[in-house]
C-alpha cells in the first residue's frame, strides 16, 4: 500500500488509485502501477481480455460505476486498439453476480487499429459484447485499409471480427484508380495473400456516383467485388464517358477489362424500357 501512494503522489487532483485496484479486484481484474505514472488494468482470459493503461492514470468513480484512463488512453483487446485522449470504462454487474466492463467511450483524437486497418475520429463508443464500435466527430470520419480509404461525414459503424463497417453521410471509398460514392457504404474485409485486411465487397445506396478514369456512373444504388473488378449498379443509371451518354435502369461495368455493359429496364411493353444512348462522333477532316 505504501508504495502505491509514493506512486501516486505524483499524480495530483486524482483519486488514489489504490482504491481503484480494490475496485478492479472487485470486478475479476488485475492491475498494477506502471513506470512514471502510467496505471494499467486486465481483465478476461488470454486472447479475449480488455486491458487500458493510460499515461497519467486511472480514476475510480463509484456512483458512476465507471473507471476514467486520462493520458494517451488506450484499450486493448486481441488485435483491436482503440486509442484517445481520455476513455470511460463502464461496468455493471452481470447474472451471476460479477461485475463487468461492458462499453468503453473513448474521447479526442481517438484512433482505432486493427488487421492493418487504421481509423479515425473526434468520439468512439465500443460495446464490448457485440464487437460493435462507433466512431463520429472530427472533418470526417475515415478508415485507411492498404490501399483503399473509407470517409463519411456523419459516422463508420464497425464490427471488427466480422470485418464489417457501414459509412454513413457522403461516405466515399477510394482505390487507386476509382472512387464510389453514395449516402451510405456498407464495406467488407478479407485477409489477401501478405495477410492484410483489404476491401472485399461493397455496397453503395442513395445517390450512387463511380469515378474512373475514363467513365463516371450515377445510380441509385450499387456493389463493387473487389476480386473480380465487377460493378453493379441499379435504378436509373447514367454512364458518362467524355461526351457520351447511356441511360438505363442496370449498369455493369469490368474494371479489369474496361467493358462496360447496360441494360434496360423491365417494362410490359418492350419498346418502353429500351437503353437509350448519346454518342458524339467525330467528323473527319478531309474535303
Not at 488487421?115 to 470520419?141: C, K, P
Not at 476491401?199 to 445510380?219: C, H
Not at 467493358?259 to 417494362?267: N, P, Y
Amino acid at each position: 500500500m505504501s508504495r502505491c501512494r509514493s506512486e501516486l503522489q505524483r499524480l495530483s487532483g486524482w483519486v488514489c488509485l489504490c482504491s481503484v485496484f480494490a475496485l478492479l479486484s472487485a470486478l475479476g481484474l488485475s492491475a498494477e502501477p506502471a513506470l512514471g505514472a502510467q496505471a494499467q488494468a486486465t481483465t478476461g482470459e488470454p486472447g479475449t481480455e480488455l486491458r487500458i493503461d493510460a499515461d497519467e492514470g486511472l480514476e475510480w468513480q463509484r456512483g458512476e460505476q465507471v473507471v476514467i484512463a486520462r493520458g494517451n488512453a488506450r484499450a486493448v483487446r486481441g488485435d483491436l486498439a482503440v486509442q484517445a485522449r481520455e476513455l470511460r470504462a463502464l461496468y455493471r454487474d452481470n447474472p451471476g453476480g460479477k461485475s463487468e466492463i461492458f462499453r468503453v467511450i473513448a474521447d479526442g483524437a481517438v484512433r482505432l487499429s486493427t488487421s492493418g486497418q487504421t481509423a479515425f475520429g473526434g468520439h468512439a463508443v465500443y460495446e464490448v459484447a457485440d464487437d460493435r464500435l462507433l466512431l463520429t466527430g472530427g472533418d470526417r470520419v475515415k478508415l485507411i485499409s492498404d490501399r483503399n480509404e473509407i470517409t463519411a461525414d456523419r459516422s463508420l459503424e464497425y464490427w471488427p471480427k466480422a470485418n464489417r463497417l457501414v459509412a454513413t453521410g457522403n461516405a466515399v471509398a477510394i482505390q487507386p484508380d476509382r472512387q464510389i460514392y453514395g449516402d451510405t457504404i456498407t464495406a467488407y474485409f478479407a485477409k489477401g495473400a501478405d495477410g492484410k485486411s483489404e476491401l472485399s465487397t461493397a455496397d453503395a445506396d442513395g445517390n450512387v456516383k463511380v469515378v474512373t478514369a475514363t467513365e463516371t456512373i450515377f445510380s441509385d444504388r450499387g456493389n463493387y467485388d473487389a476480386k473480380s473488378g465487377i460493378a453493379t449498379v441499379e435504378g436509373s443509371v447514367k454512364i458518362f464517358r467524355g461526351n457520351d451518354r447511356l441511360d438505363g435502369c442496370r449498369g455493369q461495368m469490368d474494371f479489369n477489362s474496361g467493358v462496360s455493359k447496360l441494360f434496360a429496364c423491365e417494362q410490359p411493353q418492350p419498346s418502353s424500357g429500351r437503353v437509350r444512348g448519346r454518342i458524339q462522333l467525330k467528323s473527319g477532316s478531309g474535303g
